[in-house]
């Protein structure tokens, strides 16, 4: 359901584009990360559990694959579209094109953390298996062509420096945001 909103939206301003000539640009983000995310996200869910009890973290599946981009470079890719002069009515990935596994994405921030910490599989946070994409990744060609973006924050690298920063974040933040979190549900 939530990918099929997805689609709607994005099929919805296509036609205000095709029908009214509305200046329309879509573009897809790949699962943003970075301070003040969700909690019900896998790095926020990481690091809360890891900041609250560094011995332990419950988390579903390890071996998913996700394109991670942080934060200011979906900013600036949405930026770059915007003021783009050409692109209206097309569609445009805003991602690294890399792709990192749950277990990936533990071990870095573990490793940042410097914690050693027990996985336990926590059956409430397993998606329907008709429901899950095993693997997401983007291919950013056509965005780094017609606006010339392209990830700041990308490769191994890329992604070290960005949960190092919204690990920073956390850190400072961690009470606050989880009674924010709490109230929000």
Do not use: C
Not at 27 to 46: E, M
Not at 165 to 185: D, E, G, I, V
């Amino acid at each position: 359901p939530y990918s099929a909103s997805k689609i709607a939206a994005d099929q919805l301003a296509y036609s205000y584009w095709s029908s009214f000539e509305t200046p329309v640009v879509i573009v897809r983000p790949f699962n943003t990360y970075g301070p003040r995310q969700s909690n019900r996200a896998v790095i926020p869910t990481i690091m809360s559990q890891l900041l609250d009890h560094p011995d332990y973290v419950e988390l579903g599946a390890l071996d998913t694959t996700r394109d991670l981009t942080y934060v200011e470079d979906t900013a600036a890719g949405i930026v770059a579209a915007a003021l783009g002069t050409d692109g209206e009515g097309e569609v445009f990935n805003l991602g690294t094109g890399d792709e990192w596994s749950v277990r990936d994405i533990l071990a870095t921030i573990t490793g940042i953390l410097d914690v050693s910490a027990e996985i336990r599989e926590d059956a409430s946070r397993l998606r329907p298996e008709k429901s899950e994409v095993l693997r997401l990744v983007s291919d950013n060609s056509r965005a780094r062509a017609k606006f010339g973006w392209s990830p700041i924050y990308s490769g191994r690298e890329g992604l070290q420096r960005g949960l190092e920063q919204t690990t920073l974040w956390f850190r400072k933040n961690l009470a606050a945001y989880s009674n924010r979190s709490r109230l929000l549900l």
